[in-house]
């Protein structure tokens, strides 16, 4: 089955505890991508990536950090979490950036909760 | 500032009658635009989408308007079902190789029986 896998569903850490959230897909796509979701805010990137060894950033990467090594995987980084990074975070791919319209499959999302 | 503008946070419509979901754009180098549907504990999903060179694409119940002279797209869903509750994203893309999908802030449809 194609899908985008997300882990963990849920997480509750502490102010300052390193953590990665893993996503990888399956459909061999080359664009990878993260969002953040917050009440009144709607979907916002963080970072995306073109292929294996390119990315950028996208509306609110502070804070974040991601790899992209393998084509299937996009793992983002918090490296000092804060309080602010609550939020419910999702991962997307696509089979390719710059093709207009094409479509992007997301997971189903990691719930954040930074104490 | 924010380039696409889905102004109702929410609506309420009854079963068997027409949604209709609002989004603007400010961004005239938009030239495809996309719906995506959310169901709370599940990442959203893709439902249609219209390229800036036409102005209307029907899918099923599911039909999107675009006027671009207004920079406005319409979403419409006839007949409504209770299934179709969910929160709807308008999201916009310039395409090419640096282009994004920009988001709005999404409007909660509920549909009720």
């Known amino acids: 089955e194609a899908q985008v896998t997300q882990n963990p569903r849920y997480l509750i850490t502490v102010t300052g505890k390193k953590l990665t959230v893993t996503c990888s897909q399956n459909?061999?796509?080359?664009?990878m991508s993260w969002y953040r979701q917050d009440p009144g805010l709607g979907l916002r990137q963080i970072y995306y990536s073109m292929n294996v060894e390119v990315t950028d950033k996208g509306d609110v990467p502070e804070g974040y950090k991601v790899s992209r090594k393998e084509k299937r995987n996009f793992p983002l980084i918090l490296e000092s979490p804060s309080p602010n990074q609550t939020s419910l975070y999702f991962c997307a791919s696509s089979l390719i950036r710059g093709k207009k319209g094409e479509k992007l499959f997301f997971g189903s999302g990691t719930q954040l909760s930074v104490l | 500032d924010q380039q696409v503008k889905q102004n109702s946070p929410s609506l309420s419509v009854q079963e068997g009658r027409i949604s209709i979901l609002n989004c603007d754009y400010t961004n005239s180098m938009f030239d495809y635009f996309l719906w995506y549907k959310k169901y709370p504990a599940e990442g959203p999903t893709f439902l249609i989408s219209?390229?800036?060179?036409?102005d209307k694409n029907e899918d099923g119940r599911f039909t999107v308007f675009l006027n671009k002279s207004a920079k406005h797209l319409s979403l419409h869903i006839v007949p409504s079902q209770p299934g179709d509750s969910a929160v709807y994203f308008c999201?916009?893309?310039?395409?090419?190789?640096?282009?994004?999908?920009?988001f709005g802030k999404g409007t909660k449809l509920s549909v009720k029986p």
């Open positions: 219209i390229s800036s060179i036409k």
């Open positions: 459909m061999n796509h080359e664009y």
């Open positions: 999201a916009a893309s310039t395409g090419g190789s640096q282009g994004n999908l920009i």
